[in-house]
């Protein structure tokens, strides 16, 4: 359920103080291994996050990781260059929405 707590306390904050992602429509499948894998998506539109488990919509941007290793991605402690560059974490889609994602989440980790 860690993945999912994560999820929680990353969109209440996302939902709290949105102007970290105004304007920002854009759907993204994290496809997650280990115990608590799956794929869980999250919806970023009207200013607000929402998130699900499993897909209910095409996404602009694919991640793949672990489920260890995502929660480690919203915390801030892992880097994301390294984390594609050595192979534990595989990015599909629009590019430019990763490099957005990684905004997003370096601008929300502040906010804890």
Do not use: W
């Amino acid at each position: 359920m860690q993945v999912q707590k994560t999820l929680q306390d990353l969109s209440n904050r996302i939902n709290a103080l949105p102007q970290g992602i105004a304007g920002l429509h854009a759907v993204y499948h994290f496809v997650l291994s280990g115990e608590e894998g799956g794929t869980y998506e999250v919806v970023f539109a009207d200013n607000q996050a929402d998130y699900t488990m499993g897909v209910t919509r095409e996404a602009g941007c694919k991640v793949e990781l672990s489920d260890k290793d995502f929660i480690k991605l919203v915390e801030g402690r892992l880097n994301p260059t390294v984390a594609f560059v050595t192979g534990k974490l595989k990015i599909s889609g629009e590019m430019g929405l990763s490099f957005k994602l990684q905004t997003i989440l370096h601008h929300y980790q502040s906010q804890k």
